[in-house]
C-alpha cells in the first residue's frame, strides 16, 4: 500500500478526518516560520541569538514540541526579518 493510498484510507474515517484537518493550522504554522527562517538564510543559532534566548527553544518551535505565546511568534518574525499578521477566516 503506498502512503498517498494509506492516507486516503486513513481520511475516509470520520475521528482520523477530523482530527486531520484539526492540525492543519499548526503545520503550517510551523511550515511558515521554517519558511521565514529559510528565505532569510539564518540558522537555528542566529535566530536564538537575535531573540537572546536557546538554540533549543527554537528547535522546540519549529518542530511544534512548544506552545508559543504571541509575543514569541512575533519575536521570532522579527529576528528572521518579517512581520507577523493575523487572519481570521471563518470555517
Same mark, same amino acid.
Given at each position: 500500500?503506498?502512503? #498517498? +493510498? %494509506?492516507?486516503q484510507?486513513?481520511? =475516509?474515517? /470520520?475521528?482520523?478526518? +477530523?482530527?486531520?484537518?484539526?492540525?492543519? =493550522?499548526? %503545520? =503550517? $504554522?510551523?511550515? @511558515?516560520?521554517?519558511?521565514?527562517? &529559510?528565505?532569510?538564510? $539564518?540558522? @537555528?543559532? @542566529?535566530? *536564538?541569538?537575535?531573540?537572546? &534566548? @536557546?538554540?533549543?527553544?527554537?528547535?522546540?518551535? !519549529?518542530?511544534?514540541?512548544?506552545? /508559543?505565546?504571541? $509575543? &514569541?511568534?512575533?519575536?521570532? *518574525?522579527k529576528?528572521?526579518? %518579517? !512581520?507577523?499578521?493575523l487572519?481570521?477566516? #471563518?470555517?
Open positions: 500500500m503506498s502512503l #498517498k +493510498d %494509506f492516507k484510507r486513513a481520511l =475516509s474515517n /470520520p475521528e482520523v478526518r +477530523d482530527e486531520y484537518h484539526n492540525l492543519e =493550522s499548526e %503545520f =503550517s $504554522l510551523i511550515d @511558515q516560520l521554517l519558511s521565514m527562517r &529559510t528565505k532569510a538564510g $539564518l540558522t @537555528q543559532e @542566529q535566530v *536564538a541569538e537575535r531573540m537572546h &534566548t @536557546q538554540k533549543s527553544n527554537i528547535s522546540r518551535l !519549529e518542530r511544534g514540541n512548544a506552545n /508559543p505565546s504571541w $509575543l &514569541t511568534l512575533l519575536k521570532y *518574525a529576528a528572521c526579518g %518579517f !512581520e507577523l499578521g487572519e481570521v477566516k #471563518k470555517r
